[in-house]
Each structure stands twice: as C-alpha cells, then as structure tokens.
C-alpha cells in the first residue's frame, strides 16, 4: 500500500481508521464511540471500551507463547541476566499487585517507582497497570529535588524504590536520596516498598518501610486479576520539563495508547510476535515506557532491560546481546552511536548481527555523519524518528511497515498517521511554504496515544500547548522546523527554553533555580550548547554575590548534582558579574546562546547594557 494513501485515509476518517487499528489490541467490553471530540483540545478515544494494558502485554500471550521469552533483564553492573517467560513474567506481575494491593494501593491510586534498569522496574509498571493504580516513574539520575517535587504533585500512596542503581561498577545509592525527597516533600506517601540489590546499606524508616523479599516470600502465589479500565482512565504520569521550573506530568490513557503502540510496533517497527526488541532507553523515560515495556510487549515481542554503558564491558556490549538474543529490532539514541563511533570498530564487527533488520534512532537530532556511519556499518536501514514525551510515540517518520519509502538524510521523515502535522510561521500564524522556516504544530484531536492532559492541571495543557486557528486548535511541538516539496520535515531545535542533553530533555529554568539556592549566587542564566557528542549541554553563566569568597565552578556543578542529579549538571559554570538582559527585564538567553556557539547574537537593539555581552564573550576565552 502507498503511505500516502494510509496517511490520508487516517486524517480524513479518522474514526474508521482507529476503528481498524483498535482490532490489533483486546478488549473487555467493546467501545460505543471511537473518538469524543465534543470538548476540544480533550480529546477521549475508545468511549466505553474496557481493556488493560498488562492484560495486552502479558495474559494475552500466555496462551500462545507463554513459554517464549517476554522479558530479558541484563545488567552487566551486576553481571546478571534474567530471562523472564511470558508466564513467567504473569506470575511475578501478580506477586507485585499482589503487594501493592497488600500495601493499601486501590485503583486510581499514584505510585511512584524510582528505580534502576532492573526486572522489577517493569514488574511494578506492569502490577500498576493490572490494577488501575496510575505509574509514575522517575528517572534514576534524578536526584532529591526533583523527586521531592514529582512527589508533591503526583502524591503517591506508595513509592517503590531499590537500594542503589550502578554505574560503570560503582554503586549509586538510592535510599538515601529517597529519604531526603520525603523529607523534602510536603506530602508524604504512607509506604516506601524496596528492592534491596546488596549494593548499598539501606537505613530503613520503621511503619514506612518495606521489604521487598520479605513481602514477596507472602505473596508468591498470588493471583490477581485484571483491573478493566474505561479507555479514557489514566494510566500513568510522566514528568517532563518545561519553560518553568516546575515539571509538568503528562498523563496518558489506557485504550489510546494500547491501541497507539500496537499500531506503532506494526506500521512503524514492524515486530513480530516471538522476536526481540532491544531498545537502549531508560524506563525513566518516554521511550523506555513505550518501548521497553509496553509496546513491544503488546506486540508479543521479548524486550531486553539493559542495565550498563554502552562501552563496558567492551564497546561491542550492545552488539553481544544482539548476536546472543537474535535481536530483530533495535531502538536507540545519536548519542549513543556517536560514543560507539568512536572506538575500534573490530568490537562492533566481531558479532554477527545478521538478526537485526533495522535501527531507529530518536530523542534529539540524528547528523549525517552518524546516520552514515552506522547505516554501513549496521548494514541495515536507519530509521529517525521524532516524537515527544506528550505524545508517546512517533509524530514523524517513515513506516516501513507500510511502504518501503525512502529515507532523507537530516530528516526524521514524513508525518506519521493520524497526526495532522502543520507548519506554522511564528509571526503571521499562516502555514508555512515548502522550505519555509517555521513552528512544528498538529491540528487536533491528537491521535491516540497522545497526553490526555497535564496531571491534576487541565488550565496548564489547554493554556501551555493549545492556541486557536480559526476553527481549529493547533498543539505546538516548540519545535522549529521546515518541510521539503515531498513532505519530508527537518528539525531546527526547540522554540523554547528546553535543551537536550544526549537525549535527554532538561529545562534551563530548572537548572537555574537549582543554582540560585546556592548561598553565593545572586543571579544565573542556563543555555544549551552545540556539542559534538552530546548534542547540546548546558552552559551556566552566574553572578556571585560575593566574588571573594572563594565559590568555585565546582561548588556550583555539586548544587545541581545534589538537587537535580548528575544528569542536569551543567558542563562549565562561568562567573561574571553582568547578565544580558532587555531593559523590560527579560534574560536574553538566545543572545548568550548563540555567543557560545561562535554566532552573532542576533538582534539586541532592547539590550539595557551592552557590555554584559562582552563579559559572556571574555569569560569563554
Ligand atoms: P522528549 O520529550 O524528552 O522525548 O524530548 C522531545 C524533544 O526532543 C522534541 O521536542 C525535539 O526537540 C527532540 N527530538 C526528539 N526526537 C527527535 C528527532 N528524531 N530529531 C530531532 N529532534 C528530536
């Protein structure tokens, strides 16, 4: 079938189109309408549907394949591997629910898991997911703060958690983080479930505090059922940034997003029932989500956890699992590909990956030169693919499951089914022309799959991402981008004040609150820099209260590692003693940006001083 034709049938009825696709998932009871749209931008899929997303990703395939393997779980901090059948995996899915009912956890309920890349990550989202009680994961590199404001938001009954994480054979303790997010937090969850890996010791908080194997050793033979949900009931909560400090949980459904991924792992990354799916990602976040756990689950597929640097043992880890699992299908970052890239290639070459038919890559902009590179190396197609935390899974791309279309070097691809993707130019609100610079914005109702809202903040989705078009309402990505005469899309970066970092989404507001709570910084300004490796990294300018007091860039870097995490520490912290701003106020962050990067800064005509560019410019001398 011609791609085209698929696209235009799924924008222009788009009932009948999801009507069809939601036949690729079970239901419990089925829907009475296929989309509500009577309330835009809320759009509600599936009206009336009853399903459960570990019921698609587990119980459905006991019967089929249950002695074929479900989940594959290696670590090679530890040196472990755990191969999890899909009946084995249901029985330890019951276990957790088990517990996590035992622990007082009732549908609706939040539980927040922060945990390392281990099994029972997923056994815990999965628990969730049986019973209705709503996942919010947070990422591990996270560190106090920022749990201790996804606490308050998500108010969890129940957070699970490990003693430590690892990384590149050193323990990174989690408790003690944990502990100081609780303290830290105003609302306090009554019970703190933990995974003790005999990394790191643990202090344990009498009456809040539980056992993971103790609890476990009473629960293993449990049965519990599924949960049927409503489509429209809320599955889990994923924090993101933003333009303000405070992260915005994106909340997803069940049917939506069930029947979103089972189409995505069919059209797009063509799995099969019975393969492996290997995707790179962390379950702290969106891709780990969709594509460690839930998609190729649904999709009847094995997927491997992997715990470990793309380098350690050797640089050929990666391609080891590959060969041994015959992985088919493989997900991961340009970051990653460009570390590989630089080491010997006799590590990469030495395993047959005759398996693997195809790489996606996606989370931040794919370059030519690593594209290039990996497509001859790999000899396999490489597939972009754009997407966001808001929308779970692809936006642009190329479904090869569909056409053979071709690739473009530099683009993510074309607009991916049910997504009415529009060019906007920011000044004149008209739609852009091929080649014309402009705003990535969708037309809604956004398809299945796509964020429900902003958890416990419906003001904040409609007033953050929604602006009205005549008749219709447009979503903005905040990214800028083009599109070629033949529908291809090029990413530009973001309209916003959100970098990227090797992937990972981290808003500079964030990290300039984190450095202000220094006792010595009066002032500070965060921009994401091009880097060569990581894509983009944070660069801190700051203005000391006290030039004298001996505050070193170190101090500054330890704030952000103790608050936020080492993932959103910034890779040099300048002082000086003068920030650009307009004379409203108003930081100048695209000016500072762009000095960093060797470019002119722009237009600076509303500059209250001048001078405070030139600092910028001789602090990186
Ligand atoms: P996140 O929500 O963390 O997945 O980050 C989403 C943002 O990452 C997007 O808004 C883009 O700015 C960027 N991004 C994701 N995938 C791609 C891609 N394939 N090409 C270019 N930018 C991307």
Not at 517 to 521: D, G, L, T
């Given at each position: 079938m011609k791609y085209a034709d698929f696209y235009q049938r799924s924008v222009v009825t788009p009932e009948d189109f999801w009507r069809d696709e939601a036949a690729l998932i079970d239901w419990n009871t089925p829907f009475s309408q296929v989309l509500d749209y009577s309330r835009p931008p809320f759009a509600r899929w599936f009206v009336g549907g009853k399903t459960n997303l570990c019921h698609n990703a587990v119980d459905r395939w006991c019967a089929t394949q249950g002695d074929k393997p479900a989940l594959i779980a290696i670590s090679t901090e530890t040196n472990t591997e755990r191969s999890y059948s899909f009946s084995e995996l249901h029985v330890e899915v019951q276990r957790w629910a088990a517990m996590m009912q035992a622990l007082g956890v009732r549908k609706g309920d939040r539980v927040l898991i922060y945990m390392p890349m281990i099994a029972e990550a997923a056994f815990a989202m999965l628990a969730c997911a049986r019973i209705g009680a709503v996942h919010s994961v947070v990422f591990g590199g996270f560190a106090a703060n920022s749990l201790a404001s996804r606490i308050d938001d998500a108010k969890p009954a129940l957070i699970v958690s490990a003693d430590a994480g690892s990384r590149n054979g050193k323990p990174i303790p989690y408790k003690p983080l944990l502990d100081e997010a609780i303290s830290l937090a105003s609302s306090k969850p009554a019970r703190v479930l933990l995974v003790d890996r005999g990394l790191a010791p643990m202090r344990r908080v009498e009456g809040r505090d539980v056992d993971y194997a103790a609890l476990n050793a009473a629960h293993l033979a449990a049965q519990v059922p599924v949960t049927w949900l409503e489509s429209n009931e809320p599955s889990y909560i994923l924090y993101t940034s933003g333009t303000t400090g405070k992260p915005k949980g994106v909340q997803r459904d069940v049917g939506g997003y069930a029947v979103a991924l089972a189409a995505s792992m069919k059209h797009n990354f063509c799995g099969k029932a019975g393969e492996t799916f290997f995707a790179t990602s962390d379950i702290g976040w969106v891709v780990g989500h969709s594509y460690i756990v839930y998609g190729p689950l649904i999709a009847g597929m094995a997927t491997i956890m992997y715990e470990g640097l793309p380098i350690c043992p050797d640089p050929g880890i990666w391609w080891s699992i590959v060969e041994k699992y015959r992985v088919t299908r493989m997900f991961s970052a340009p970051t990653a590909i460009r570390v590989l890239r630089k080491q010997q290639p006799e590590y990469m070459r030495k395993h047959d990956k005759s398996s693997l038919k195809a790489l996606y890559l996606a989370g931040e902009p794919l370059d030519e030169t690593t594209s290039s590179w990996i497509a001859s190396e790999l000899g396999v197609p490489i597939i972009d693919n754009y997407w966001q935390t808001e929308t779970g899974w692809p936006i642009l791309s190329i479904a090869k499951g569909i056409e053979d279309a071709p690739t473009k070097l530099g683009s993510p691809g074309v607009a991916m089914y049910g997504y009415k993707v529009k060019l906007i130019n920011e000044t004149t609100g008209d739609a852009c022309a091929a080649n014309e610079k402009g705003v990535v914005m969708i037309e809604g109702p956004l398809p299945p799959g796509c964020m429900q809202t902003v958890y416990g903040d419906d003001a904040r989705f409609v007033d953050t991402y929604w602006t009205r078009n005549g008749d219709s309402v447009l979503y903005s990505t905040f990214d800028w981008g083009v599109r070629d005469a033949d529908g291809y899309y090029f990413i530009l970066g973001r309209t916003d004040d959100v970098i990227n970092v090797a992937g990972h989404r981290l808003g500079t507001r964030e990290i300039e609150e984190s450095i202000t709570?220094?006792?010595?910084?009066s002032e500070v300004a965060v921009v994401g820099v091009e880097d060569k490796l990581k894509g983009q990294v944070a660069v801190a300018f700051a203005i000391l209260k006290d030039a004298n007091a001996g505050t070193l860039e170190q101090d500054v870097m330890a704030v952000v590692d103790r608050q936020l995490g080492a993932v959103a520490r910034p890779a040099r912290v300048y002082f000086v003693t003068q920030l650009p701003k307009t004379r409203s106020g108003k930081l100048l962050r695209r000016s500072i940006q762009a000095i960093c990067e060797g470019r002119s800064p722009g237009d600076v005509t509303t500059i209250e001083d001048p001078a405070s560019l030139q600092q910028i410019q001789r602090a990186l001398l």
């Open positions: 709570s220094h006792p010595n910084v």
